[in-house]
Structure formats: structure tokens, C-alpha cells
């Protein structure tokens, strides 16, 4: 258990603050909300965290307890600190790692003794309350329910299936967005000039800053790690007599985390030239290759959002109908690596590569669609014939909307013979499927359909 509020030094407003010895990402963390980068979503005037933050800010009482649910990284802590600071509580830490009941009771207890002998109010918070077991997480009940504590828990996982119904219904749920590049590189550039952190005892260069936002991935804290540890690196090289200001270049971020800098640009050539050659392995079946093009964007950094995105049309423009699943595996991967972000999110992107460079190719629906715009986009459009009309409002009848149409139900095969693009477009192919994968079953399936629509009239 760690009582922040009695353990640490405080400033001139009586609030806890970091010692020097404390790591640069603790040092780092805001003093105020205007200092938190990203989250805003959370942070509106008058939102819950920022009542809970603020009390008394929107004129509505804040809630009692809350549920931060985000990847590591994003400012979990961080919010449940600022609850406590900006208020003037005490700030207490339990982790569900190392912490049992008999800890949670003791906080508890110590709580309502403050709060009947007119003591601070007690912000609790849980880090990775997932890992608390039932017994624990129903220890948290009774103050919750009472407000003898204002809980803050935090955790990476789903709490719907991690956290216990009567904790989860008694709190109120905020989700944390994954933190964007440029967040955390106000993070890291606050951190060099700022005086809570190196106070501009080192000048960091631009391919050593786009390196670490690379290694960090979105997670703030793992990006001052990797800047407090360059930093003590450069400053250990530094010659006594010299008076120009230590520079942390790309070597010594490269050194700092044993992880060579992967040459590749996300703002240049390299990263056109990357994916192009990943959708084009992937479009030529060449798995070993798409896997190799996948490693090199995810370690050197690549938003694997952007690379989920260019699986999803990869899927849907090259293998289409030839197999459909593949699409459905696209947009799982998409949605999982959002859910659980990286390095895991990796794993996710490799399985969904593999799919689609093993799966059978077509490109005929993106060869139809693009034949039906071109058709649109030149005038060939024409009214939509009387029979397929909207029929359904007063008068449509009379003037033949609905005359004639085959309700397809009522005839064999689910088919109707009638015609169903316009006039001037009569006849007209976009699709024509490939004899590749499930599209050979399409093929033969719509041969025998256009020889049923082609019979009309007959």
C-alpha cells in the first residue's frame, strides 16, 4: 500500500509531490488537467471525471467511484492523482498485485476514522483491479456504496468480464483512448525542458524523438522511460569541460534500449514503399514476404491501426468473393488490435496477414464496382423502371409504381424474371466472377440466375 499523500514531500499548496529521485514519467505527470495530453473526450466541463477532478465544476455532484478502463500508458494514474491533487485529498495506492483484503479493509477503515474526526477525504486508488479477486473486489462495497472513499480503479482489461456486477454497477465506467503520436511527443518535449524533469540539461534530436515515439508505441510512460534512460546515458558521456548542451541523438536512443533504429520513414518514401510492397506480397500469395513487410512496419512503429485499415480494403479488393471470409478476418483483426493495442495487437495483424496471402484471389468485385461508377459517372444512369418503384404512399398506384413486380418469394429458385436496371443500361455485366476459391460456386450460381432474369418476357 503506498499513502502518496503522507509519504511524499509536498509543494506550497500542500499536495503531494515527486521526490527528485523518482522516475522521469512520475515527475512528468501533470499538476493540473490542462497539463494532460490526450483523453478529452473525459475532460469536458462538466463531465464526471472532471466534476470528480473539480468538485462543485457543472453544479452536480461528482460520482463516488470510478472505473478507468484503457491500454497501459494512457493515463490511468495519472487521473487518479489529479482526482486527488487538484482537490486537496489524500491520494492512497493499493495494487490488486501485491494487496489482499486485510489491506483493503485497513484503507477502508482508516478512511471513515478520518472522515469522522473532520479529516481529508480518501481517494482509493486500485491499480489492475482485474487482478482482485471476488472476495477483494467485494471488500470495496461497503465504501463505495457509503462514499467513505472516493474509488478510482484502473484496469487494461474488459471490466464487464473482470470486474464483479455489484462493483461494476456501482461505478461509473470511462474508457481511455489509446494516446496519438503527437500526445506523447508533447509529453516527451515537456519533459526535456521542463524543470520537474531534465530542466533542459539535454537537447534531443528530431530522428531520436521520431525513434522513441516509434519504440513507445502510444504508452507515455514507456516513452519517458526511454528518454529518462537516454538522457542518463548521454549525461554519463559528457565531457566536464565542455560547455555545449548534451545532445541525445538516434545512437543513443538506439543504446538506451538495445533496439536498432528500423530505417524506415512513416512520413517518406520508405513508408509508401513498405506497404506497397506489403499489399502487393499479400495480392501475389507470397506469405513469407507480407510477413517480413509486417515485421518491418511494427518495429519500426507503424500505427497498427493503419496497417489493420489497409488489411480490411486488401481483403475486400483482391481476394472479394474468392473467399468472403477473408473480409471477416480483416475486420476482426482491426477491431481486436483495437481493443488490446500492441505488442499483442501483433500477433492479431500476423494471423490476419497469413489469411489473406494463403487465401484464393479475385478482384472482380472491385473490377464491377469500378465499372458500374465509370457507367454513373458518364451519364448512363436512366429512371428506375416503373415495375421496382416505391409503391407504399397515397397515389403511387395510380400513376404505375409497383405495376407488374414479380415478388421473387413466389417464384422457384427465389428468382424473378423481370428486368431490373434501367433501360439504357439493359443487359448490362459489371460482375463477372473468377473461377477461383468460393467464387467458382458464384460462377456457376449466377449463370444460372442471368439465364432466369435473361428469360423475361419469354
Not at 93 to 121: F, I, M, N, W
Not at 173 to 189: A, K, S
Not at 299 to 312: K, M, Q
Amino acid at each position: 500500500m503506498v499513502d502518496l499523500f503522507d509519504a511524499a514531500t509536498t509543494d506550497t499548496a500542500g499536495t503531494p509531490a515527486a521526490r527528485a529521485s523518482s522516475p522521469l514519467a512520475v515527475r512528468m505527470r501533470p499538476a493540473t488537467v490542462d497539463e494532460i495530453a490526450g483523453q478529452q473526450h473525459l475532460l469536458e466541463p462538466g463531465s464526471p471525471l472532471r466534476r470528480l477532478i473539480e468538485p462543485g465544476a457543472g453544479g452536480r455532484a461528482a460520482p463516488s467511484s470510478v472505473i478507468l478502463w484503457g491500454p497501459p500508458g494512457t493515463g490511468k494514474t495519472t487521473l487518479a492523482y489529479l482526482v486527488a491533487t487538484v482537490s486537496g485529498r489524500r491520494f492512497v495506492e493499493l495494487s490488486a498485485v501485491t494487496a489482499g483484503v486485510k489491506d483493503v479493509r485497513q484503507v477502508v477503515e482508516d478512511a471513515r476514522r478520518r472522515l469522522a474526526t473532520g479529516g481529508d477525504e480518501t481517494v482509493l486508488f486500485v491499480d489492475e483491479v482485474h487482478r482482485f479477486s471476488k472476495s477483494q473486489q467485494d471488500a470495496l462495497l461497503p465504501s463505495v456504496e457509503n462514499r467513505w472513499v472516493t474509488l478510482v480503479a484502473a484496469t487494461t482489461e474488459n471490466p464487464s468480464f473482470s470486474v464483479n456486477s455489484p462493483l461494476l454497477s456501482r461505478s461509473l465506467l470511462l474508457t481511455l483512448r489509446p494516446l496519438e503520436t503527437e500526445h506523447v511527443r508533447e509529453l516527451i518535449l515537456r519533459a526535456v525542458t521542463d524543470e520537474r524533469g531534465l530542466g533542459g540539461s539535454v537537447e534531443l534530436d528530431d530522428d531520436a524523438t521520431e525513434h522513441l515515439l516509434r519504440l513507445a508505441g502510444g504508452d507515455a510512460r514507456k516513452a519517458l522511460t526511454i528518454l529518462e534512460a537516454a538522457a542518463g546515458a548521454v549525461l554519463s558521456d559528457e565531457d566536464p569541460s565542455s560547455d555545449a548542451v548534451p545532445r541525445i541523438g538516434l545512437p543513443d536512443v538506439e543504446r538506451a534500449v538495445d533496439v536498432a533504429a528500423v530505417r524506415y520513414d512513416r512520413d517518406g518514401d520508405q513508408h509508401y514503399d513498405v506497404i506497397s510492397a506489403f499489399i502487393k506480397s499479400i495480392r501475389g500469395s507470397d506469405v513469407d514476404a507480407a510477413l517480413h513487410y509486417l515485421a518491418r512496419m511494427v518495429a519500426a512503429g507503424e500505427d497498427p491501426r493503419f496497417i489493420a485499415r489497409r488489411l480490411v480494403i486488401s481483403a475486400a479488393e483482391d481476394i472479394g468473393m474468392a473467399d468472403p471470409s477473408a473480409l471477416q478476418t480483416a475486420v476482426a483483426a482491426a477491431q481486436a488490435v483495437q481493443l488490446i493495442g500492441m505488442p499483442e495487437g501483433q500477433l492479431v495483424l500476423a494471423e490476419a496477414v497469413v489469411h489473406l496471402a494463403t487465401a484464393p484471389k479475385s478482384n472482380a468485385s472491385y473490377l464491377g464496382i469500378n465499372a458500374a461508377l465509370a457507367d454513373v459517372r458518364a451519364g448512363r444512369i436512366g429512371t428506375v423502371p416503373p415495375h421496382l418503384r416505391d409503391a407504399h404512399y397515397s397515389g403511387a398506384k395510380q400513376i404505375g409504381h409497383g405495376d407488374g413486380y414479380r415478388y421473387a418469394h413466389d417464384w422457384p429458385h427465389g428468382v424473378a424474371p423481370q428486368q431490373y436496371l434501367p433501360d439504357v443500361l439493359a443487359g448490362s455485366r459489371y460482375y463477372d466472377p473468377s473461377d477461383r476459391g468460393y467464387e467458382r460456386q458464384v460462377s456457376e450460381r449466377l449463370e444460372r440466375i442471368r439465364g432466369i432474369l435473361g428469360s423475361e418476357g419469354k
